[in-house]
């Protein structure tokens, strides 16, 4: 037989936006090692439907750590204690026989709680929507060969481009700053050919929004970069520091 | 009986999108910002549709359950983007991409509309690096290729083992910054739950709106638009297990189906040879291995079958069996594309050897992935810059390291081919009413060739539907906006607004997810990889008993008219019962072997799939005849002009 493990959670219920949330404690036995954390859940969940009661409320999708839509804060570290995965990732086997976990939702004053452990994540389409992307219709456009770029740039592109927008760094910063997000996108544009005509546009409006919707500024605590699940380097922030420099000198 | 007219263009393949292009009706830029579309999902399809129909100047609304449009399930595909570029010059081309597609799929798709797919695909590329997507270079700084399955050339295009993230990011971009312009109004929480049918003048019934279910609120809303688009992927979830994510569903398919558009072969649905196993009751989903990983990795079960024995005991270590003890199946019967022939054959020789008794994990349901020979060939440095990524997720899942010992992985449903029928336009029988992406049956036929989706999701978004709605709209200009106080629109919510209350007030004892397990596995035991017209029957009959029970039977907890998951889980699987329904329907219905499906009774003596290409060479359509009453079925025959079917031969 598998090794199986009995724990309690202690789950924040909260209605709605307005509605005053508190914990409340769960126990669950002969949970295996090989379930994940949402399925986890998804125990907890049939337990309470089993019992009439209304389950717990968690935003989740793909499963399988690419979508960015699970967010759950456990025992203090936003997609959990283990390093470089989300939440849907995180097993079971990380946690010891008669564990208490402590689940919440992101909190943020960026990222209003819907229900439960569900939060309202809209900012960050907001953020995009201000600018991040290149300005090209569909159609008419030169051969994708046509300008040659370093596979370094490249790469570091990529890694930048990694980012899932899932808003862990927002959680896990303590002022609540969105600039490890925003950062990954202006760099990853700012690093290519294609996305460099509109680097310093793009650096305000996306700064201008990100302030004007309530983040908080960046103290270099680093607490971002710990806790990404994709490990998003915060050389980013440094570099859309100085893409925002260049921008505000120039005007 | 309905007679399909899939409205192909005149005149000699290669010629007919340029012909259709330079012949079709357009829309000029003033009557453009009269004109209203609904977009229904934002995954590669429907976020590159609604953001070039916005560029276009047209009014679009755009419709996600997601709380992002960045979160749509393209985002989860991995390996890559064909496209005919030849850049590697191994004598790519576009004839070459349309010929593999329509081989590929086993003969069962239009060549008409596989020839445009491939002709668009260099488009694509072009488009995505000049988003900003950053596809993998070489170290000259053009652009990188690898080789798929059921392919000979390197025409796959990638970004790591995330491709479809970053194509739905250049897509959620473009998308972004129409929504920035005020040309596309995005509708983030909430769900399609009806097509809204109007009759013009004439007394024709064309698609003009939506009822949608805001989820957030609970409140069902009206949408009219003069067209509505639906990009809302494949019905894989059927199977509950599935590399699907959770929410992906098939219910805005069988909303049109009901409303008279055509389900086209449901039964072709593709099972992914490349998946981590199953391990427990509990478990949700099931995660996909990138099929990139068999480039390099080889895939293997024991020879002797007490060597299969002790590995499923726990005994033996995979490492511990000698090479000569090793039977590497596919290399062994398909020596011409060892372990990269295409997903359907990967798949059913894994099933193969494991139904012989070789497999190789404590259930006995899978077999190994193997790197060692390609860590000693190119070292692990180069190992880890291909498929790094795609190892952690190996490990972080299964706690084993692939660099040290061999990954176990079984086949799982992946994506359907199958879907609302469509004309070349892309067009359903609904007059108004287009589907795109995975959401339409058109381009793969019986199976489709791994970094096929990612193409066809972008050529119908990007490229095909910008041109055909056109068609349909210039006929349009004249028609005002639509209020959604139309009695249509009254009386279509009403109808949801009865069946969400008649859910709410079963207050059974099992939940829904207890039902689509259930129906997960009849799906998997009776329709999977292997059926049979016993199979198909028995299903048939299963999936009408469990559904009857879950009318009776399930429990949604809480309110209707506020969030909740429970209704929305419910609401999905209802349709779920009636796909499941479809795809063994149709599997009976067609009595031969093809692409992804594969009956027992046809097969050669070696164990392919044996195709009956006299009596089955069409896509088989099913129309909607009333609730619980079997759908008529209608049949769009597959002419070939071009192209020789031939039995798929990937030994030589």
Not at chain 2, 52 to 76: T, Y
């Amino acid at each position: 037989m598998e090794k199986t493990i009995n724990i309690t959670v202690k789950v924040w219920r909260q209605k709605g936006p307005k509605a005053q949330g508190n914990f409340e404690e769960y126990k669950l036995n002969n949970i295996t090692g090989d379930t994940s954390f949402l399925e986890m859940l998804d125990i907890l969940n049939e337990q309470l439907v089993r019992e009439h009661k209304e389950p717990v409320a968690f935003d989740n999708d793909c499963r399988e750590g690419i979508c960015g839509m699970c967010s759950l804060y456990v025992n203090g570290h936003p997609h959990g204690p283990d390093s470089l995965i989300t939440t849907c990732q995180l097993h079971m086997r990380t946690f010891n026989d008669g564990e208490t976990i402590t689940i919440e939702p992101w909190r943020s004053a960026g990222f209003p709680v819907i229900r439960d452990l569900m939060v309202d994540r809209n900012a960050f389409d907001k953020i995009i929507q201000a600018g991040g992307y290149v300005s090209v219709n569909t159609g008419g456009i030169p051969d994708a060969n046509a300008i040659p770029i370093s596979k370094i740039d490249a790469d570091e592109a990529m890694d930048s481009a990694s980012c899932i927008g899932c808003g862990a760094c927002v959680a896990a910063c303590k002022n609540g700053s969105a600039m490890l997000f925003v950062s990954a996108k202006v760099s990853q544009l700012a690093l290519l050919p294609q996305g460099r005509i509109e680097a310093k546009a793009r650096a305000k409006s996306m700064v201008a929004k990100m302030d004007e919707l309530g983040f908080g500024n960046c103290t270099n605590t680093r607490a971002c970069e710990l806790e990404c699940p994709k490990g998003v380097s915060i050389s980013n922030i440094a570099r859309l520091n100085r893409e925002f420099l260049k921008a505000k000198f120039s005007d | 009986m309905t007679k399909l007219n899939a409205s192909i263009p005149q005149g000699p393949l290669a010629e007919k999108w340029t012909y259709y292009k330079s012949h079709q009706k357009l829309v000029n830029p003033a009557n453009k910002r009269r004109l209203d579309v609904i977009v229904v999902g934002t995954g590669l399809a429907g976020a590159s549709a609604a953001a070039s129909l916005g560029e276009m100047g047209f009014n679009v609304l755009n419709f996600c359950i997601q709380d992002s449009p960045r979160r749509a399930h393209s985002i989860a595909a991995q390996g890559g983007i064909n496209a005919a570029k030849n850049y590697q010059n191994d004598g790519d081309s576009v004839y070459r991409l349309f010929y593999d597609t329509i081989k590929g799929g086993d003969y069962r798709a239009r060549e008409a509309n596989v020839y445009r797919l491939a002709e668009v695909s260099n488009s694509i590329i072009d488009q995505c690096v000049a988003q900003g997507v950053p596809f993998a270079r070489e170290y000259g700084g053009l652009l990188d290729n690898r080789s798929f399955g059921g392919a000979q050339v390197s025409r796959t295009f990638y970004a790591k083992g995330q491709t479809g993230q970053q194509l739905l990011l250049g897509a959620y971009s473009a998308l972004s910054r129409q929504v920035h312009k005020g040309s596309v109004k995005l509708y983030t929480r909430y769900e399609m739950m009806d097509l809204v049918l109007v009759k013009d003048e004439k007394g024709v019934e064309r698609a003009r709106g939506i009822i949608a279910r805001n989820l957030v609120t609970g409140k069902l809303e009206r949408f009219s638009a003069h067209a509505v688009v639906i990009g809302t992927g494949g019905y894989g979830n059927a199977f509950f297990l599935s590399t699907n994510a959770m929410n992906s569903n098939g219910s805005a398919a069988m909303q049109c189906y009901r409303k008279g558009a055509l389900f086209a072969n449901p039964a072709f649905a593709q099972i992914h040879p490349t998946c981590i196993p199953v391990h427990g009751d509990f478990q949700s989903k099931l995660t996909l291995m990138s099929e990139s990983l068999r480039n390099d990795g080889r895939i293997w079960v024991p020879k002797k079958i007490e060597d299969a024995k002790a590995l499923q005991e726990g005994k033996l270590k995979p490492t511990q069996i000698k090479e000569e003890d090793r039977d590497y199946y596919l290399e062994r019967r398909y020596p011409a594309f060892g372990n990269l022939v295409p997903r359907d054959v990967a798949s059913r020789a894994a099933k193969e050897r494991t139904d012989a008794g070789f497999g190789v994990n404590n259930t006995g349901l899978a077999v190994f992935l193997d790197f060692s020979s390609a860590i000693e060939r190119l070292g692990k440095d180069v190992v880890a810059a291909r498929y790094g990524n795609l190892f952690q997720m190996y490990e972080k899942i299964t706690a084993d390291n692939p660099y040290e010992t061999p990954m176990m992985i079984y086949p799982a449903i992946h994506y359907t081919m199958g879907g609302i029928w469509v004309d070349y336009e892309l067009m359903t029988t609904i007059p108004g009413c287009f589907a795109i992406g995975e959401a339409n049956f058109s381009d793969h036929g019986a199976n489709r060739l791994g970094a096929s989706a990612l193409m066809q999701g972008l050529a119908d978004g990007y490229f095909v539907l910008p041109y055909t709605i056109q068609n349909y709209l210039s006929d349009q200009i004249q028609v005002p906006r639509f209020s959604v106080d139309l009695p249509e629109f009254e009386k279509t919510e009403r109808e949801v607004e009865d069946k969400i209350a008649q859910l709410m007030s079963i207050k059974g004892s099992r939940s829904v997810d207890s039902f689509h397990k259930a129906l997960g596995h009849i799906m998997w035991d009776y329709v999977g990889m292997a059926r049979t017209k016993e199979s198909l029957e028995t299903a048939l009959t299963k999936i009408k008993a469990l559904k009857a029970e879950f009318w009776k039977e399930v429990f949604i907890p809480g309110q209707s008219n506020t969030l909740n998951v429970e209704l929305e889980k419910a609401l999905r699987l209802a349709d779920f019962f009636d796909i499941g329904y479809l795809m063994a329907l149709d599997g009976l219905n067609r009595n031969e072997s093809c692409g992804g499906h594969f009956r027992e009774e046809y097969q050669t003596p070696e164990g392919e799939a044996l195709r009956d290409d006299e009596h089955y060479a069409y896509a088989s359509c099913w129309k909607f005849s009333g609730e619980d009453k079997e759908p008529e079925l209608i049949k769009e025959s597959l002419e070939y002009e071009f192209v020789v079917r031939q039995q798929r031969n990937y030994k030589a």
